[in-house]
């Protein structure tokens, strides 16, 4: 792996952990766990804290992978459809057969790089895993 490879996916691993990390502050300072001296709630708040980007970002990973398998492509041949129909100057010429919109989409490419949401999400889940079996043992 070269080093400008290197550094675009450690950026984007550092960003994905930042986001997480600033979801994961933003629920504790709302349910304010500075505040809460119980050992109990303290866990089931950080437990929360945890587990909610982590699962955010284990889902986003999840459809970034299934939108580029092509689970989406009819629903934009659809929309395609229905603006080049309704909006006024917008047809102009022959719609393009849902065959032809695949293989354009596919020619074009899928997302790629975005292997840093499920392992973040993976990474944030399994530290609110942690502190909800904590909760467990303290309750």
Not at 30 to 58: E, K, M
Request: aromatic share 10%; net charge positive.
């Amino acid at each position: 792996m070269n080093t400008g490879k290197l550094r675009s996916a450690l950026i984007r691993y550092a960003v994905c952990i930042l986001i997480a990390g600033a979801m994961a502050w933003l629920t504790t300072d709302l349910h304010g766990l500075a505040y809460v001296s119980d050992p109990a709630v303290r866990c089931r708040i950080l437990s929360d804290a945890f587990t909610i980007p982590g699962v955010t970002f284990l889902m986003l990973g999840l459809l970034v992978v299934v939108s580029g398998a092509g689970a989406f492509d009819g629903l934009g041949y659809a929309l395609s459809w229905a603006v080049k129909s309704l909006v006024p100057g917008k047809a102009a010429g022959r719609q393009e057969r849902y065959a032809d919109y695949v293989a354009r989409k596919r020619e074009k490419g899928r997302p790629a790089g975005m292997a840093c949401l499920p392992v973040t999400g993976a990474l944030f889940t399994a530290v609110g895993v942690v502190f909800l079996i904590l909760y467990y043992q303290v309750q």
